[in-house]
Nanobody, 126 residues
Framework: QVQLAESGGGLVQAGGSLRLSCAAS????????MGWFRQAPGAEREFVAA????????YYADSAKGRFTLFRVNAENTLYLQMNSLKAEDTAVYYC???????????????????WGQGIQVTVSS
C-alpha cells in the first residue's frame, strides 16, 4: 500500500509559479511510475505529466509543455511538479498518482494508476 499526500497548492496570479509536492509513504518509492493529473469544476480528470520509472523519461500534456517540469527526489520519496507561467485555465484540483512498477504504454489514462492522493487546489487569478 502506498499513501500519497500533495502539498504546495494555493492562489497565485497569472504568470506566477507554484511547486507542488507529492510525498509518498508505505513502499519503495523508486519502484513506482508516478504522475500528475488535474480536474477543473465540471470537467473530467486530465493528464498533466508522468515519469515512467526512476530516472526514466517524463511526458507532458501539450498544455504543460514548456511551462511545467516534473521531477522526483527518491531520497525524499517525493515527486514535484514545478509550474511556471501559470494561466487561469490551469485552475483545478491537482492529483498525484502512482502505479506499481514502471509505466508502460500510454501514461495519460488515469485507470493505469493504482494509488491516488486526496488532491490539492490550485487557483490562478487573471
Amino acid at each position: 500500500q502506498v499513501q500519497l499526500a500533495e502539498s504546495g497548492g494555493g492562489l497565485v496570479q497569472a504568470g506566477g509559479s507554484l511547486r507542488l509536492s507529492c510525498a509518498a509513504s508505505g513502499r519503495t518509492f523508486s519502484n513506482y511510475g508516478m504522475g500528475w493529473f488535474r480536474q477543473a469544476p465540471g470537467a473530467e480528470r486530465e493528464f498533466v505529466a508522468a515519469v515512467r520509472w526512476e530516472g526514466g523519461p517524463s511526458y507532458y500534456a501539450d498544455s504543460a509543455k514548456g511551462r511545467f517540469t516534473l521531477f522526483r527526489v527518491n531520497a525524499e520519496n517525493t515527486l514535484y511538479l514545478q509550474m511556471n507561467s501559470l494561466k487561469a485555465e490551469d485552475t483545478a484540483v491537482y492529483y498525484c498518482a502512482a502505479k506499481r512498477g514502471a509505466i508502460e504504454g500510454d501514461p495519460t489514462g488515469p485507470d493505469i494508476y493504482d494509488y491516488w492522493g486526496q488532491g490539492i487546489q490550485v487557483t490562478v487569478s487573471s
